[in-house]
């Protein structure tokens, strides 16, 4: 008998008899089936301190790229791939990770312990306290024509924002339309996001901050009550999406509701998974390219994991990687001969001479591996799928396995047990021959697949399984 198992939803929060997938590894979602998760390749040379935070500023012909430690500031130097120190006179302290918005062409960075950071593209040279009354805050982005920061110093629950179009004003009263507004339950402001309204994530609640004129200027409407934000670092927004992990998963605001997309999928496997220890580590960015909202934290094994979810086919996939940190970021414009910085020959090239890194002021998936920063630009990396338990009769034998893979190949190992509480055991993983045919021989009931696409591969969709059906002496 043949039949064609085609990869499915990865669910592993579900049993495998349902036969959803159980591993969907270093993979992205796709309408159908799955595409490969880049590799990991150099963007910079190492600054001078480990880094926690990368941004890009535009604004008319010039991009700008900063990153963030605990101590400094940087700018990025195309020239040479250096991470130039451009930190105010006397450096910085704190150990959050910096948040960084624009404003007009200023780019506004804070860390909770100094004030508010102001960078003018295309004049500054070293980033500056945005103005002598600029609060000290965790969080600033831009709601409407406001720089609005939160979780202001001594003020855990508190928003407050400049006067109109005028980042450089934050004195209350009079002709100005900058104030504050402390929330009152919630308890502490964990993140916000912007745009034509705000999404404030407290630890127990949504609010939404809405702009109305004066004399209140804004208003505070709870989205969601009880349900909050767990960690900062999970915050991400495209759009008026706003992307967050709670204490029990993964929700999505749309600034009207607050809706779970983790729930009996991954939100049990990612809280198993995840290193509670090191939550604080987490990081979330959005991959504008392929439509995906990406986690990365630290996991159980020692490692750093990176869940992603695809929003437009609501499906889910993961990745391991030695980044520390991700991030999405526009890249600066590189010439032919600026490629020598990055490899002594194209053939070497870790990134294909195609991609958008190369073009300056394209947004790309990056990150932080340690001092520099990278992107996941690369060739495929070594990706694995699971297939949860098929059944071919009451006992039967698979015998063949074509995998159904564009512009590649695949390796297939089978996993086949009696019951159910059997332990499950893969055998030996066997490559595809030039007929795209795996022979295989395991006898038993219930039976898995692992399946390890290889070379330049576009998209895996399924395998064709041929059994035979199997009596017992």
Known sequence: MEQRLTFGEWLPDQPGLVGALQDAKNLIAQTVGYGPFPLMVDYSANASENLTAVFTGEFSATTNIFAGGNSKLFVFDSTDLSLDDVSKAGGYSGTTPWKFTQFGKVVLAANGVQKVQA?????????????????????????????????????????????????????????????????????????????????????????????????????FDTISRSLGCYEAGSIAQYGPLTFFLSDDGFYVCDGQSVKPIGAEKVDRWFFDDLDPANVNKMSAAIDPVRKVVAWSYPNTRAGQSILLYNWQVQRWTYADTTANFIASMATAAVTLEGLDLYSASLDALGTSLDSRTWLGGKFVFAGIQSAKIVTFTGQPSTANIETGDFVAGQNSVVKLARPQVDNGSATVAVASRDRLDDSISFGTSVAADNDNRVSLRSFGKYHRLQVAPSGNWTTIVGVDVDTVNAGRR
């Open 119 to 219: 960078w003018t593209l295309g004049t500054s040279t070293v980033f500056a306290d945005l103005a002598a009354a600029a609060p000290v805050a965790f969080f600033v982005n831009v709601i409407r024509d406001f720089v609005v920061c939160a979780k202001i110093a001594s003020f855990p629950n508190r928003v407050q924002w400049s006067d109109i179009n005028d980042e450089t004003d934050w004195t209350s009263g009079g002709a100005s339309q900058s104030d504050f507004q402390d929330i009152a339950d919630g308890g502490n402001i964990v993140g916000i996001t912007g745009g034509e309204f705000g999404v404030i994530l407290l630890e127990r609640s949504v609010v939404r901050m809405s702009y109305i004129g004066a004399p209140y200027f804004f208003q």
